[in-house]
C-alpha cells in the first residue's frame, strides 16, 4: 500500500511540474517556482515546455504501472529510476534543491516498491 501510495505522489509530483513548465512557466507562479525573471521566462518558454513534455512521460509510465498493479512492477522500477537519474541530473546541474524535490521521493518509492510484494 505504501509503495503504490509513493509511486503515485511521484506521478503526480511530474504532472504538477509539467503543468509548471508547459502552462505556467512565464506566470509569476512559474517563475517562483523555477526562481526566473519574466524576460529569461519569455525567452525559455518553448524549452521548458519540451522539459515539461518528458515529465509528462514519466508522469504516464508511472501510472500505467500503478493500473498494471502488480503486473505493471517492471514499469514502476523503470520510471522510478529514471525519475532518479533526472533528479539526480538536475540536482548536479541546475539546483541543488531538485535533489530532494525530486529524487529522494522517487528513491523512497523505489525502495518500497523494490520490497513490497507483487
Known sequence: MLATVLVAFVAL???YILMLEMF???????RRAFGTTETFAEQTKVLAANQGLYN???AAGLFTGLALGE???LFKLFFLGCVIVAG???G???SRKILFIQALPAVLALI???FSHG
Open 92 to 94: 548536479l546541474t541546475a
Open 56 to 58: 509528462g512521460f514519466l
Open 13 to 15: 509530483l511530474h504532472v
Open 71 to 73: 503486473d505493471g512492477r
Open 88 to 90: 539526480i541530473y538536475g
Open 112 to 114: 518500497c516498491v523494490v
Open 24 to 30: 505556467w512557466w512565464t506566470s509569476p507562479k512559474g
